[in-house]
């Protein structure tokens, strides 16, 4: 027969206890020691919290939400510093500490009234030169310069200074335009106006203006010229003359080029009718070897007049000879020089020339 004991080996039939009312009945022992009873507190303690911290989580942050919205942001406001406490004299003399006089510094009022001051100065200065017309001369007194000193310290002023030196200048070209004075007499002419106001002004719109009529004014000119047929005559009216003044103007532009290709044409239908009439050097300004040379300061490659001048000297040569065979040693000598005048080097005549002298 099993006992009690042997139903559990937890159980057992307690007969020594001493309760009336617990002996001869079967008890367990309590599985839950002290520290597991307080290791369970613990935990429904803790489960408690976070049940509840999670079910009012909700209203926490938007009460949060509302207070951060409502407070103004510290770290944007800007600090303002504390005065410096001031020390009475007494206070610094019993600190021991030494006083520092007070140093003024010039005002923006002082500096606006000497820089007044000096623009006053300088547009009355500029004002006086203007009316003796000493506008970009002598040196050291002169409109111009006044400017470049004005202009640092009074842009609109200098600008106004400047205007009227330009303005002065332009109407000079304009007058100069309207008497025919295009590119001479030198530094009197519309061309050197031109030139003046771009030294001062480099991007001047109304000088590019009056450099554009001078150009077109030659250009109308030559066109009338060359329908005349005046290539190197009446002398200040011809082709080979606006030409000159062209190429002193605006040498590479292509219309100019062209102008003078239809200048070397007659230039030297001219010089062979010299060659058959024999003027090689002679008369002056109307002579082969002058009109050879014309043609060569256009174009100094052109063959036909480097061709031209070797004929010239060849002449001279052959004439150096004649004159050598008939006994006529200085008229010999002297056809030698003229044809050496032409050709320093050439060796024919050198060799002539010393044939000649020994005899």
Known sequence: MRTSSDLHPDRRQI?????????????FDSPFTPF?????????ISVLIATTA????????????ENSTAMPMVENTPITPLPAPKLS????????????????????????????????????????????????????DNAYETYQELLPIAPEEAQIILDKVIDWYINKGNAYLKDGRLTDPEEKNAYAIYQ????????????KTLLTIILDTLYHRAEEQQSQNNITEPAGNNLYETYQ?????????PKTQEL?????TPLLEKADKQMIQQKYTTPED???????????????????????????????????????KKGSTESALEMIEKGLQIDADNEKLLELKVSVSQN
């Open 245 to 253: 003044q062209l190429k002193i103007i605006n040498l590479t532009d």
């Open 260 to 264: 003078g290709k239809k200048i070397v």
């Open 89 to 140: 004299i007494a206070a610094v003399a019993h600190n021991n500490s030494p006083i520092i006089p007070a140093t003024t510094t010039p005002t923006v009022d002082n500096d606006d009234a000497q820089r007044q001051a000096m623009t006053k100065k300088l547009v009355a200065r500029a004002e006086t030169q203007l009316e003796k017309l000493r506008l970009t001369s002598p040196d050291g």
């Open 36 to 44: 597991k009873k307080g290791l369970i507190i613990v935990l429904f």
């Open 286 to 324: 109307d002579n082969a070897l002058f009109t050879y040379q014309e043609v060569l300061a256009l174009f100094p490659d052109n063959q036909t007049a480097i061709a031209g001048l070797n004929k010239i000297v060849e002449q001279y040569y052959t004439f150096a000879l004649r004159n050598q």
């Open 54 to 65: 999670w079910y009012f989580s909700p209203q926490i942050t938007a009460m949060m939400n």
């Open 196 to 207: 003046k106001v771009i030294e001062i002004e480099p991007h001047n719109e109304r000088a």
């Open 15 to 27: 007969n020594w206890v001493h309760d009336p009312q617990l002996k001869g009945k079967i008890v």
